[in-house]
């Protein structure tokens, strides 16, 4: 199927809130990354996000050259036209942009989607993640009241964070402290200045001991009833349905299935994947090498095997480990089998 079109990720988006599940939103950096999401999610039935960050926008366009968006595009160019030969409909995304990258790749990418909207296109991705957590609050909500006009304007959904995610993602990183919970008051903020979707849709990343990267059990303490208590909050106080955000969960790789659970029941319909990603394609990758020494090496006056050291022999096997866990994660969050396109 196509990339989805912004009024199918919306009829996604509400899929997943009345359904009562989440898709995984899965981190690429290449061609391989990409075809190994688009794999896993049509093997487990499921629609699902792709998405990329300034650190993968940044090795898409070349490593030995800073070209971000122009590296954003070639990935959304790519993915429109491979995905169209699988039977699930993805969405695409840009994940985690800091104040200090909007000259350099949200906003281009932004003026890049209106141009090809006014010349009758469509937006080159469906949703932008606008990263305010290194910034108070206030200013936080102030450049999302500037992006919110300009997206809604082209059905594209912003996504904003509130509360600070610990560890390091893309060179946005944090202490993993007590500062790792967003408050009701915080989420009260981010209504009053956003609204509730009569400004524009956003996805909301509310915050609750969330950690980027890897940690082992018990090293972090998330709290996935604290999003309970601030949907109940902001319900009781401007008298709304129930689940009133449309939520993100980051810094998700190591979580318990229970709390990942909890997350869902709470509001989450999206969540990101990314570490683990990446260690099911590289462990793949050092699993083959390690069977095939003899042959992806030429070793002792020998010539190796080119049927091995071939990038695309090896690039299989990573792919569909890395599809594998998109399936799994699929399967975690309720997205599979659910496709629209089925």
Known sequence: MPVA???QYAAMLD???????????????????LNAALQGFAEAGSDGIIQVTTGGSDYL????????????????????????????TVALHTDHCPKNALDDFLLPLVAASEARVAEGGLPYFQS????????????????????????????????????VVGGE???????????LYTT??????????????????????????????????????????????IQQGLQAKYGLGETPLDLVFHGGSGS??????????????????????????TRALADYLFKNYDGVLKIDGEVGNKKQYDPRAWGKVTE???????????????????????
Not at 15 to 33: D, H, I, L, R
Not at 197 to 216: E, I, S
Not at 329 to 342: F, N
């Open 61 to 88: 366009a070349g490593h030995t050259v800073k070209n971000r968006a122009g590296g954003a595009i070639a990935f959304a160019k790519y993915a429109e036209e491979v995905a169209k030969a699988y039977d699930v």
């Open 320 to 342: 569909s480990a890395m599809a594998a866990r998109v399936a799994v994660a699929a399967e975690q969050l309720g997205s599979a089998g659910k496709s629209v396109s089925a």
């Open 5 to 7: 079109t912004p009024e």
């Open 169 to 179: 993602e893309d060179g946005v990183s944090h202490e993993i402290n007590d500062q």
């Open 128 to 163: 932008h993640m606008w990263d305010g957590s290194a910034v108070p609050l206030p200013e936080n909500l102030e450049i999302a009241r500037e992006l919110l006009p300009r997206l809604s304007a082209m059905n594209v959904v912003l996504e904003v964070e509130i509360g």
């Open 184 to 229: 009701l008051d915080d989420a009260v903020a981010t209504v009053e200045a956003l609204g509730l979707g009569d400004q524009g849709r956003y996805l909301t990343a509310l915050t609750f001991g969330n950690v980027h990267g890897v940690y082992k059990p018990g090293g972090v303490s998330l709290r996935p009833e604290l999003l309970a208590e």
């Open 15 to 33: 899929t997943a809130k009345t359904g009562a599940f989440a898709f995984p939103a899965v981190n690429v950096s290449s061609s391989q990354t």
């Open 256 to 281: 318990s299935a229970e709390e990942i659970a909890e997350a869902v029941r709470n509001g989450v319909i999206k969540m990101n994947i990314d570490t683990d990603t990446q260690y099911a394609f």
